[in-house]
């Protein structure tokens, strides 16, 4: 065969381009049937939500940190959006390999479908049935729309399919239409995004459902309340945020891409593993146990130095050594490991309960039910650690056990297994970049070493001696502390560093390190400038 009858027998390229958007339109079709479809099936399972998970699961610690350093709480909408494109590209590929063979693209929708159940699939998928039944799903319509597209191809005599000219006798195509291909991109778009947004309004609806539930729960009083809050433990500094994060403000960093909605009704806690007497608890039956308040700050391990990913909240609920009393816990149990109702796991050496740390299964916060993306109904709060090792939400079971037999999620891929909260300060206001007018000028911010307290502040202008900040009256040694400090502002571009000691004395340390593997380090430093 010639270079030129290959030419003439391969389809125009237009065809090819029509081709392409043909397969992105089917591919776009069939994701949005399937989430609409998962989100009226039993537990609204999501294909979307599962490979999110599992690439959050997989992405090493590197690159994983590097996205929330750079995007912060952005790094899943951004997921979620990657993995759309995915779908369309992988579709708009299909659609341009199958231009002269249409009747192979069902084939390929079908493989692509079990290429994304196996990349959503692992062990702790809630819903392995609902998966497969979302990505046949998937397919069948992605196929249907297709074959609507293509539907007036007609085979040529070598077994290819003609397209946009003449047939061997004399007739013509139509297939592949432009105003075929637009008329039906424009519809499918316009269904997708009819069909996500009512499968999100769904997902939405179920929370609705569980936050009337959560709103009509009775909380019992605290049998040892948390010490009220000191008059001052805010100072009164323009854009100081307050000592209590609100429930709405606290910080989100979990691997799963939407919070599992969990009815309190079937809920239950599970004490198991190395113990004499494994106990299985209701929710009714957790809220009737003795209960304890306290002020706990947490801090997420991913928090860069002078980043926001840390928290300060009144919790109650169970302390866990009392819990674990009830079950009697073997001498070989080392670790504390919780599982939550996705799967995810936590754990920290059983010995850090030893010192008499607060250590809860906590149901409520700041005076409420658990806010769904803050674990409803119950989480675990362990002061003094990061919560990688330690805040496991959604709580469903609580493991005595080694790390040998059970690694954690994050210890599993190479984090530390320490976890302990390193001191940390960081100045608030002024902001980083912000101008300031010559003279008296507030400055302000908090510091935290969780279960071993703050001791003292000082702040240093322009690598200058360092000066002592005033310390807003102590929450308790596992909370952060607020402090504040007047500078006589000058002139110029000027350098302002923060450091805290604990009340040992003991100062925070200088030494730049990163987050991985197990939480950055250093002085927070901003720049003001000053007219």
């Given at each position: 065969?010639?270079?030129?009858?290959?030419?003439?027998?391969?389809?125009?390229?237009?065809?090819?381009?029509?081709?392409?958007?043909?397969?992105?339109?089917?591919?776009?079709?069939?994701?949005?049937?399937?989430?609409?479809?998962?989100?009226?099936?039993?537990?609204?399972?999501?294909?979307?939500?599962?490979?999110?998970?599992?690439?959050?699961?997989?992405?090493?610690?590197?690159?994983?940190?590097?996205?929330?350093?750079?995007?912060?709480?952005?790094?899943?909408?951004?997921?979620?959006?990657?993995?759309?494109?995915?779908?369309?590209?992988?579709?708009?590929?299909?659609?341009?390999?199958?231009?002269?063979?249409?009747?192979?693209?069902?084939?390929?929708?079908?493989?692509?479908?079990?290429?994304?159940?196996?990349?959503?699939?692992?062990?702790?998928?809630?819903?392995?049935?609902?998966?497969?039944?979302?990505?046949?799903?998937?397919?069948?319509?992605?196929?249907?729309?297709?074959g609507r597209l293509v539907r007036d191809a007609v085979p040529a005599d070598d077994g290819s399919t003609a397209y946009d000219g003449e047939r061997g006798d004399?007739?013509?195509?139509?297939?592949?239409?432009?105003?075929?291909?637009?008329?039906?991109?424009?519809?499918?778009?316009?269904?997708?995004?009819?069909?996500?947004?009512?499968?999100?309004?769904?997902?939405?609806?179920?929370?609705?459902?569980?936050?009337?539930?959560?709103?009509?729960?009775?909380?019992?009083?605290?049998?040892?309340?948390?010490?009220?809050?000191?008059?001052?433990?805010?100072?009164?500094?323009?854009?100081?945020?307050?000592?209590?994060?609100?429930?709405?403000?606290?910080?989100?960093?979990?691997?799963?891409?939407?919070?599992?909605?969990?009815?309190?009704?079937?809920?239950?806690?599970?004490?198991?593993?190395?113990?004499?007497?494994?106990?299985?608890?209701?929710?009714?039956?957790?809220?009737?146990?003795?209960?304890?308040?306290?002020?706990?700050?947490?801090?997420?391990?991913?928090?860069?130095?002078?980043?926001?990913?840390?928290?300060n909240a009144r919790w109650q609920g169970v302390r866990l050594t009392d819990l674990l009393a009830k079950v009697g816990v073997h001498p070989d149990a080392s670790?504390?490991?919780?599982?939550?109702?996705?799967?995810?796991?936590?754990?920290?050496?059983?010995?850090?309960?030893?010192?008499?740390?607060?250590?809860?299964?906590?149901?409520?916060?700041?005076?409420?039910?658990?806010?769904?993306?803050?674990?409803?109904?119950?989480?675990?709060?362990?002061?003094?650690?990061?919560?990688?090792?330690?805040?496991?939400?959604?709580?469903?079971?609580?493991?005595l056990t080694t790390i040998d037999e059970d690694p954690p999620f994050w210890v599993a891929r190479q984090w530390s297994a320490d976890g302990r909260i390193q001191?940390?300060?960081?100045?608030?206001?002024?902001?980083?970049?912000?101008?300031?007018?010559?003279?008296?000028?507030?400055?302000?911010?908090?510091?935290?070493?969780?279960?071993?307290?703050?001791?003292?502040?000082?702040?240093?202008?322009?690598?200058?001696?360092?000066?002592?900040?005033?310390?807003?009256?102590?929450?308790?040694?596992?909370?952060?502390?607020?402090?504040?400090?007047?500078?006589?502002?000058?002139?110029?571009?000027?350098?302002?560093?923060?450091?805290?000691?604990?009340?040992?004395?003991?100062?925070?340390?200088?030494?730049?390190?990163?987050?991985?593997?197990?939480?950055?380090?250093?002085?927070?430093?901003?720049?003001?400038?000053?007219?």
């Open positions: 065969m010639t270079r030129t009858d290959e030419r003439a027998d391969a389809p125009p390229a237009t065809s090819r381009g029509r081709a392409t958007l043909s397969g992105a339109v089917a591919a776009l079709a069939g994701l949005a049937t399937a989430e609409l479809f998962g989100a009226f099936l039993p537990g609204r399972p999501s294909a979307v939500s599962y490979a999110a998970d599992r690439v959050i699961a997989a992405t090493p610690a590197g690159p994983r940190e590097a996205v929330i350093g750079a995007v912060g709480t952005l790094d899943k909408p951004l997921l979620v959006a990657t993995i759309v494109a995915v779908v369309i590209g992988g579709g708009a590929l299909i659609g341009r390999l199958c231009a002269s063979r249409p009747r192979r693209a069902p084939w390929w929708f079908a493989g692509g479908a079990a290429l994304g159940f196996l990349v959503a699939w692992n062990a702790t998928t809630a819903d392995l049935f609902g998966l497969l039944l979302l990505v046949s799903v998937g397919a069948v319509v992605a196929s249907l729309v297709w004399g007739g013509t195509t139509a297939d592949l239409d432009r105003r075929t291909v637009l008329r039906a991109a424009g519809a499918v778009a316009l269904l997708s995004a009819l069909g996500l947004g009512l499968a999100a309004a769904a997902r939405r609806g179920s929370a609705s459902t569980l936050d009337a539930v959560r709103a009509a729960l009775t909380l019992p009083r605290p049998t040892d309340p948390a010490r009220p809050v000191p008059a001052g433990a805010t100072p009164a500094l323009d854009g100081l945020a307050p000592a209590i994060t609100p429930n709405a403000d606290f910080y989100r960093i979990d691997v799963s891409l939407s919070p599992p909605v969990v009815d309190p009704a079937s809920w239950s806690l599970t004490l198991e593993g190395r113990v004499d007497r494994p106990m299985t608890l209701s929710y009714a039956e957790l809220l009737a146990l003795p209960s304890i308040e306290r002020l706990v700050t947490l801090t997420c391990v991913s928090n860069e130095v002078g980043g926001d990913l840390v928290g670790l504390v490991l919780g599982r939550s109702v996705d799967g995810f796991t936590a754990g920290f050496p059983r010995q850090l309960l030893d010192d008499g740390r607060d250590a809860m299964v906590a149901y409520a916060m700041n005076g409420e039910p658990l806010p769904l993306e803050h674990g409803f109904p119950a989480r675990l709060v362990v002061p003094g650690l990061y919560g990688y090792v330690s805040a496991t939400k959604w709580l469903t079971a609580i493991r001191a940390a300060s960081r100045i608030d206001v002024p902001g980083d970049g912000a101008t300031v007018t010559a003279g008296r000028v507030a400055v302000g911010g908090r510091a935290w070493h969780q279960h071993t307290g703050v001791g003292g502040v000082d702040v240093s202008v322009d690598d200058g001696p360092w000066q002592q900040a005033t310390l807003a009256p102590a929450l308790g040694v596992d909370a952060w502390r607020l402090w504040s400090w007047q500078w006589d502002a000058t002139s110029g571009s000027h350098e302002l560093r923060v450091r805290m000691h604990d009340l040992d004395g003991a100062p925070q340390s200088s030494e730049e390190r990163p987050v991985f593997p197990g939480a950055s380090s250093g002085l927070h430093t901003i720049t003001v400038d000053v007219s």
